[in-house]
C-alpha cells in the first residue's frame, strides 16, 4: 500500500516550457488536491477533486490544469511556465472532503 | 486578518520540556480542525484531528477554543524527534477546502 505517489521528485524547467506532474493514489478515495508550498508559506490549493470526471479550481489555478480521468490518478498540468511557478507541489487525498488529508512526498520544481 | 495565524516561532526548548502552540482562525463557521507536522522537506503528516472537547493523544493535547476562535497544541516531555514545523489546518467553513497555516517551527534540544 503506496498511499499517495508523485513523479518527477525534482525538475527544472525553462521559462515557457510545459510538463506534467503525475499523483497517483491506491487509498481508494474519492477527494484528492493539488498544493503549491512557497518557503515559509502555508500550502495553497490549486485544484481539487471530488471524483472522476469532476475538478474545480482552489485558491490559486491561474497557470494549473488538472484532469481525473480515474479514482486512482490527478494529474497537475503546468503550461508556460513561469519563473512564480517555483515551488513544492503536494497531491493529496482524503475520504471526506474537507477533512483529514493524506500528502505525497512532492515534487521540487524551479523554473529558471 | 489571515484565515489562519500562527506564531512562525522557532520554538527551542530543552528535552523534557513542555510546550504549546497556539493558532487563531478567522472563520467562525470553520468546523474541522487539524493539527498536522512537516518534518524539512517532507510532506505533512497528520497529527491529530482536534474535537470540540479536546483530545490528547500521548503526549499530545488539542484543545479547541470557539467562542475565541484558537486552537492549541500540547506537547509534553518533548522528545528530539518532535523536531518539526507544526501546521494549524482549518476547513473554510461550508466551502469545500482546508486551510492552512504557515506552520510553527519547533527544536527540541538534547
Known amino acids: 500500500n503506496a498511499g499517495v505517489t508523485q513523479t518527477p521528485k525534482f525538475r527544472i524547467l525553462k521559462i515557457g516550457q510545459s510538463m506534467t506532474l503525475q499523483c497517483t493514489q491506491d487509498?481508494?478515495?474519492?477527494?484528492m488536491y493539488w498544493y503549491r508550498q512557497d518557503p515559509g508559506m502555508g500550502l495553497k490549493l490549486i485544484y481539487y477533486s471530488v471524483g472522476a470526471g469532476i475538478t474545480d479550481k482552489g485558491e490559486v489555478p491561474n497557470g494549473y490544469n488538472v484532469s481525473r480521468s480515474t479514482t486512482e490518478d490527478f494529474p497537475l498540468r503546468l503550461e508556460l511556465a513561469a519563473p512564480s511557478q517555483t515551488s513544492v507541489y503536494f497531491c493529496?487525498?482524503?475520504?471526506?472532503?474537507?477533512?483529514?488529508?493524506?500528502f505525497g512526498p512532492g515534487t521540487r520544481l524551479t523554473v529558471t | 486578518r489571515k484565515e489562519v495565524e500562527q506564531d512562525p516561532g522557532p520554538f527551542n526548548v530543552p528535552e523534557g520540556a513542555t510546550v504549546a502552540f497556539n493558532c487563531t482562525y478567522s472563520?467562525?463557521?470553520?468546523?474541522?480542525f487539524f493539527w498536522y507536522r512537516q518534518d524539512c522537506r517532507k510532506e505533512p503528516k497528520l497529527l491529530m484531528s482536534v474535537y470540540s472537547s479536546g483530545n490528547e493523544d500521548g503526549r499530545f493535547t488539542a484543545q479547541l477554543n470557539r467562542a475565541s476562535q484558537y486552537i492549541s497544541l500540547l506537547i509534553r516531555d518533548s522528545k528530539l524527534s518532535d523536531s518539526a514545523t507544526y501546521l494549524c489546518?482549518?476547513?473554510?467553513?461550508?466551502?469545500?477546502?482546508?486551510?492552512f497555516g504557515s506552520g510553527t517551527q519547533l527544536t527540541v534540544l538534547p
Open positions: 489546518v482549518v476547513n473554510k467553513g461550508s466551502a469545500r477546502q482546508l486551510t
Open positions: 472563520n467562525s463557521a470553520s468546523q474541522s
Open positions: 487509498m481508494n478515495h474519492n477527494y
Open positions: 493529496a487525498c482524503s475520504p471526506i472532503l474537507a477533512r483529514e488529508q493524506y
